[in-house]
């Protein structure tokens, strides 16, 4: 799939099912070897579910970008306020929350194009503190987040079901 030929807009309430089914779908092809089925399948029901996804949409403190290709959502990036668990976090932070590629289209620079929207967005009144939290087996994010300027500050665990996921926390500002 052409990179150049990927558009890229805010999301709209009508795009909750096809981000829903994005993000299972990405999520599922690249962690769901960690986890037990049954584990992922209730994570998935409750992340990527349309109706949690509507409720982002309709937030304003909230921005979703998706990402189509020939019609098709082949990607979308969340940001808004910061709930990372890390003591510098103040009201006033903001963070990628999600970014979701899917793997035929990955390696192209559209997440790097998402990062941008998303980036752009959380500072579109000036500069502040930005946070990621990825799963540390994740290096290609990982050196994605570092060439834009984020380090490694603390770090969490992320549960799916019984697994505990070691996360990074990252921050630029």
């Known amino acids: 799939m052409d990179e150049t030929m990927t558009a890229i807009r805010r999301a709209r309430f009508a795009d909750a099912p096809a981000l829903a089914a994005l993000g299972r779908a990405t999520f599922a092809a690249a962690f769901g070897h960690l986890y037990r089925p049954a584990d992922l399948e209730a994570f998935l029901a409750e992340v990527h579910d349309v109706e949690r996804i509507g409720r982002e949409l309709a937030d304003p403190t909230i921005a979703v970008w998706l990402a189509e290709a020939g019609g ?88 799916v079901g019984a697994a505990r996921d070691r996360e990074f926390i990252l921050r630029r500002g």
């Open 72 to 159: 098709e959502a082949v990607g979308y990036a969340v940001a808004g306020p910061c709930d990372l668990p890390h003591r510098e976090v103040t009201p006033g932070c903001g963070e990628l929350k999600r970014i979701y590629v899917a793997q035929r289209v990955q390696g192209g620079g559209l997440g790097a194009r998402l990062m941008g929207e998303a980036l752009t967005w959380l500072e579109r009144h000036g500069p502040r503190r930005l946070w990621i939290g990825v799963w540390s087996g994740n290096e290609g994010a990982r050196r994605l987040y570092e060439r834009l300027g984020f380090e490694k500050v603390g770090e969490y665990h992320f549960q």
